[in-house]
C-alpha cells in the first residue's frame, strides 16, 4: 500500500523544516507594536505591522486566502482590507469605544487561517465582508495609537504601505506554497496561521 503523497515522509519532512523556519522568523518579530511616542511619523507606522506578530500574521493571511479563492478575490480583498482599515482607524483616532478589538484581531488570524487550511471558497461579496470586519479592527487598533505619533498622517502611511506590502508577500509566498506537493505547504501555513490565532485569543481573553 502506498502512502497518501501528503503523507511521505519526504513530503512530510519539508512541510515540517518550512513550518520551523516560518515560526523562527515569526518568534523573532517585536512582540507587541512599536514606541510610536519616541519614532513617530512615517517609519513608525511603517513598522507598526511588521512587528506586531497579531497583524503580522493576518495581514499575510489575507494574501494566502486570496490565491485559494483566486481572481477577482486575489486582487479585490488586498485592496479592501486596507481601505476598510483606514475607516477603522478614524473611528479609533476619534475615540468611539469599540470592544471587543484586541479579540476580533485574534480572530482575523484564527478563522483565516481556518479557511486556508480547509481551502474554504466562499463567495465574493462574503469574502469582501469577512475581511471588512477583521480589517476595522485592526484599523481601529492603528487608530487608537496614531495620536501618539509625532505625525499622525505620516504615520498612517506608514501601516497603510506596510499593510499593503505584507498582502503582496502573503499572495507571493501563496503562489508558491500552492505549488508544492498539491498546495500541501499552502495548507501547512494555513494551520500555523490558526495556531497562532489561537495563541493570540488565549492572550486576549486573559
Known amino acids: 500500500m502506498t502512502l497518501p503523497q501528503c503523507l511521505r515522509p519526504s513530503a512530510a519532512r519539508t512541510c515540517a523544516l518550512s513550518m520551523a523556519f516560518l515560526l523562527l522568523i515569526f518568534s523573532r518579530m517585536a512582540e507587541a507594536h512599536v514606541d510610536t511616542d519616541s519614532v513617530g511619523g512615517f517609519a513608525a507606522g511603517f513598522l507598526h505591522p511588521l512587528t506586531g506578530l497579531d497583524h503580522f500574521t493576518a495581514m499575510a493571511a489575507v494574501g494566502l486566502w486570496g490565491v485559494i479563492l483566486g481572481r477577482p ?22 475615540g468611539v469605544a469599540l470592544p471587543g478589538i484586541e479579540i476580533g484581531i485574534a480572530l482575523s ?4 487561517g481556518g479557511f ?16 471588512s470586519v477583521f480589517a476595522v479592527c485592526h484599523g481601529y487598533a492603528h487608530g487608537a495609537e496614531l495620536p501618539l505619533a509625532s505625525d499622525p498622517f505620516a504615520f498612517a ?12 508577500a502573503g499572495i507571493g509566498v501563496g503562489i508558491m506554497a500552492e505549488r508544492f506537493r498539491q498546495g500541501m505547504l499552502l495548507r501547512g501555513l ?5 495556531l497562532l490565532g489561537v495563541y493570540f485569543l488565549v492572550e486576549a481573553l486573559s
Open 73 to 94: 478575490a486575489s486582487w479585490l480583498l488586498p485592496v479592501v482590507f486596507p481601505m476598510i482599515m483606514a475607516l477603522g482607524s478614524v473611528v479609533g483616532i476619534v
Open 116 to 131: 486556508i487550511a480547509g481551502r474554504v471558497r466562499l463567495p465574493l461579496w462574503m469574502a469582501c465582508a469577512v475581511i
Open 109 to 112: 488570524a484564527l478563522v483565516l
Open 157 to 168: 502611511m506608514g501601516f497603510m504601505l506596510a499593510t499593503g506590502s505584507l498582502h503582496a
Open 190 to 194: 494555513g494551520i500555523l496561521t490558526a
